[in-house]
């Protein structure tokens, strides 16, 4: 049986998204990013970014003095699997309850 992956919380899709459109990136990075949008601690983008590497949604390398993350993962395979999810809890698995209520 496959193991399933544990979903993203909204902080951690918040920095996904940072990491998805760069390509890769820095703490430094993902935290100027989101800084622009909310108010957030430097120490937290840190510590949700171990979180994503241990995860295994997130990959490090050290590149000068600092770690570089690329995701594992391309957007579209985790957003469909997401989706997937969402339709399985809500719908039974059946998308045409979900395309009737919107």
Excluded: C
């Amino acid at each position: 049986m496959k193991q399933r992956k544990v979903g993203l919380t909204d902080q951690e899709l918040a920095i996904m998204k940072v990491v998805w459109d760069r390509g890769s990136a820095t703490v430094r990075e993902v935290y100027e990013e989101i800084l622009k949008q909310r108010k957030i601690a430097y120490t937290t983008v840190m510590t949700m970014m171990g979180i994503l590497e241990q995860k295994g949604r997130l990959k490090k390398k050290p590149v000068d003095r600092a770690y570089v993350y690329t995701p594992a993962e391309p957007q579209g395979e985790v957003v469909g699997s997401m989706v997937k999810d969402f339709v399985s809890r809500l719908f039974n698995g059946s998308a045409q309850p979900l395309l009737v209520h919107l």
